[in-house]
Antibody, heavy 120, light 108 residues
Framework: QVQLVQSGAEVKKPGASVKVSCKAS????????LHWVRQAPGQGLEWMGI????????SFAQNFQGRVTMTRDTSTSTVYMELSSLRSDDTAVYYC?????????????WGQGTMVTVSS | EIVLTQSPGTLSLSPGERATLSCRAS???????LAWFQQKPGQAPRLLIH???SRATGIPDRFSGSGSGTDFTLTISRLEPEDFAVYYC?????????FGQGAKLEIK
């Protein structure tokens, strides 16, 4: 079945970087955009950015420009989201979610989420 | 950036009642690219509705979506106990693909 499986929880110090992975299975990896969305504790959902796993092209929300990198490994059907210069307000659950063959598509499959805690 | 405002913030109803949740956009949402998600504690969001009114695979027909332009509505015709959760709208017609702040549906 179609699924996205994310890497485990992380604890980081302020100023460090974190890299979260999202492994896709059950569909053609390069045919569907993947999005990253985060959710701070007790808060709503915040869209971070999008990657085209086929071309490797990316687009990010203004709030994350310069701090986020999204990459992919087509040999393992995995996308990665790296966030640098971490602050305490980056503490959140980070989700990957599948879009469609176009950027303008709904998010139909979500990963289980990865908790990232930033604390000194 | 399109800002989505959901109302009410919290809705208290009983099982069997009808729920109506609103999502208003700060500017027109292109081609009705509006989705609704349900989220329960400790779980990832689940897609309910896309294209403003199309139910996602496996979603019961008591869930329905409507609207266009700047005003959208999610209706749950007869609430089941498992429907009490937080609901989010999202527009995916214009980057950044913003979410509403969420609406909590709680048991009265």
């Amino acid at each position: 079945q179609v699924q996205l499986v994310q890497s485990g929880a992380e604890v980081k110090k302020p100023g460090a970087s974190v890299k979260v992975s999202c492994k896709a299975s059950g569909y053609t990896f390069t045919s569907y955009y993947l999005h990253w969305v985060r959710q701070a504790p007790g808060q709503g959902l915040e869209w971070m950015g999008i990657i085209n796993p086929g071309a490797g092209s990316t687009s990010f929300a203004q709030n994350f420009q310069g701090r986020v990198t999204m990459t992919r490994d087509t040999s393992t059907s995995t996308v990665y989201m790296e966030l640098s210069s971490l602050r305490s307000d980056d503490t959140a659950v980070y989700y990957c979610a599948r879009g469609g063959w176009s950027e303008l598509w709904y998010l139909d499959i979500w990963g289980q989420g990865t908790m990232v805690t930033v604390s000194s | 950036e399109i800002v989505l405002t959901q109302s009410p913030g919290t809705l208290s109803l009983s099982p069997g009642e009808r729920a109506t949740l609103s999502c208003r956009a700060s500017q027109s949402v292109s081609s009705s690219y509006l989705a609704w998600f349900q989220q329960k504690p400790g779980q990832a969001p689940r897609l309910l509705i896309h294209g403003a009114s199309s139910r996602a695979t496996g979603i019961p027909d008591r869930f329905s979506g409507s609207g266009s332009g700047t005003d959208f509505t999610l209706t749950i015709s007869r609430l089941e106990p498992e429907d009490f959760a937080v609901y989010y709208c999202q527009q995916y017609g214009s980057s950044p693909y913003t979410f509403g702040q969420g609406a909590k549906l709680e048991i009265k």
